[in-house]
């Protein structure tokens, strides 16, 4: 047995022994609830953060929640460019959570999300997403389930996936292999589809060099769409990704021009967000495209006039920036009363896949998720093998107690924080707009 199986099952074995809990999994009935938990008198002891170098742009952040009976939870609150920020606000929280049952997450988000006054926000809701999640971990841990069995079990046997149109795999941690042109991407898009992919996330409103010139950029990417919907045929579902660089006139004429194209969405065609909520209304009105927004919303109460007035047809929360795994299912269950579907954003770590995966099965309008962090052996060594099994586009049922997976700290401490600089696009005359 190699150190990684080892680690796994010497991990659920002991946590389940230590609590009195079969480790075969016969811990009972899926209806187990928090209740549950009471008599195994969990108290958290300590709370860490770690800060990994993902090797481009970013620094990952995690937080590891330790208990009195050996059972430790995995959170994750990633935030572009705000890693040491993201970490401080998570260490904040150790003075209330230590000493505390873990399992009353309902109890300690309320209390958190209220506590402080000023609440909300992408840092302090990345914060308390990170923080959320590992108390889930540990939950699923004590009773010996996964997490989407505690949420109610399968809302389906398993989960489609999206994957990007230019991930070619690592040449190293440090380096992520790209296409090098147009005709190897459109071989990319070909090779997926024949692996088993049923939709694909493509880039098409480019700018040039670090400028955006909307006129090219809707010329540029239509021309793009229009190679890479003859090299998959008609029936492969296209994502078209336009990562909120138009403005709403562009934003108009590049949706009505795209739809031809039949795309499943097209994602983030503008500020679609509340803060600008007549623009999601203008854009609504003007165009009859399917659109996709949400991830850079921070709570339930964010998506509220998307979904009330069906101003998109598709939500995107981000279970480490929306709150956590039980945040995500609320709005989802709140978009579910409008027909609107929802699809994860998820371009962090394993720890957010595993944890929006387990929303999805859960959760019946949770439609199509995306996999960004890909699966190479980075991933292997820093979460001692824990990953999930995917066939083709589909990711099966994670089986393991928890999140699924936990991080080794020592790979972890190899790769420490590095401090990135932020870029944006500029347009031609120098002045920034949006990315």
């Not at 959320?132 to 971990?137: N, T, V």
């Not at 999206?162 to 070619?168: F, I, K, R």
Request: proline fraction near 5%.
């Amino acid at each position: 047995m190699n150190r990684r199986n080892f680690f796994t099952k010497s991990l659920t074995a002991a946590g389940a022994a230590s609590l009195g809990i079969s480790g075969h999994g016969q811990a009972g009935p899926l209806e187990r609830t928090f209740e549950d938990a009471k008599p195994l008198n969990l108290k958290i002891t300590d709370l860490k953060t770690f800060l990994v170098d993902a090797g481009n742009d970013e620094n990952y952040v995690y937080v590891k929640l330790y208990t009195n009976q050996g059972i430790t939870g995995l959170g994750e609150g990633t935030l572009s460019n705000k890693g040491g920020t993201i970490a401080a606000a998570i260490q904040e929280h150790k003075r209330y959570l230590v000493g505390k049952d873990p399992t009353e997450i309902e109890r300690h988000w309320r209390g958190m999300f209220i506590g402080p006054r000023y609440r909300g926000g992408p840092v302090l809701m990345s914060a308390l997403s990170a923080i959320e999640i590992a108390l889930w971990d540990i939950l699923g841990k004590a009773l010996n389930q996964p997490i989407w069995k505690l949420l109610g079990g399968k809302a389906r046997d398993k989960v489609r996936l999206y994957c990007h149109e230019g991930y070619l795999g690592r040449i190293s941690h440090r380096k992520k292999r790209r296409f090098k042109d147009v005709e190897e991407e459109l071989a990319l898009w070909v090779q997926k589809k024949e692996e088993g992919w049923t939709c694909i996330k493509g880039g098409f409103y480019p700018s040039q060099s670090g400028f955006m010139n909307h006129r090219h950029a809707i010329e540029d990417g239509l021309e793009h769409l229009e190679k890479v919907r003859d090299a998959v045929g008609p029936k492969f579902d296209i994502i078209v990704e336009a990562h909120a660089k138009p403005n709403p006139s562009a934003a108009v004429e590049f949706c009505n021009r795209v739809e031809k194209f039949r795309p499943l969405w097209v994602e983030e065609v503008t500020q679609l967000e509340t803060e600008v909520i007549e623009e999601a209304r203008q854009i609504r009105a003007q165009t009859s495209v399917p659109l996709a927004t949400g991830e850079r919303l921070t709570s339930r109460y964010d998506f509220v006039p998307l979904c009330s007035e069906r101003l998109v047809d598709v939500l995107m929360p981000d279970v480490v920036h929306c709150g956590g795994i039980s945040e995500m299912r609320k709005i989802a269950i709140m978009a579910e009363c409008f027909r609107v579907d929802v699809s994860p954003h998820n371009p962090q770590s394993e720890v957010s896949t595993l944890a929006s995966m387990h929303v999805c099965m859960s959760t019946p309008n949770c439609t199509i998720m995306e996999m960004g962090s890909g699966q190479d052996p980075f991933w292997n060594d820093l979460f001692y093998g824990g990953h999930f099994k995917r066939e083709g586009g589909y990711a099966l049922p994670p089986t393991r107690p928890g999140l699924g997976i936990d991080l080794d700290e020592s790979v972890a401490a190899k790769f420490p924080y590095q401090e990135k600089n932020w870029n944006t696009l500029r347009s031609t005359d120098g002045a920034f707009v949006d990315r």
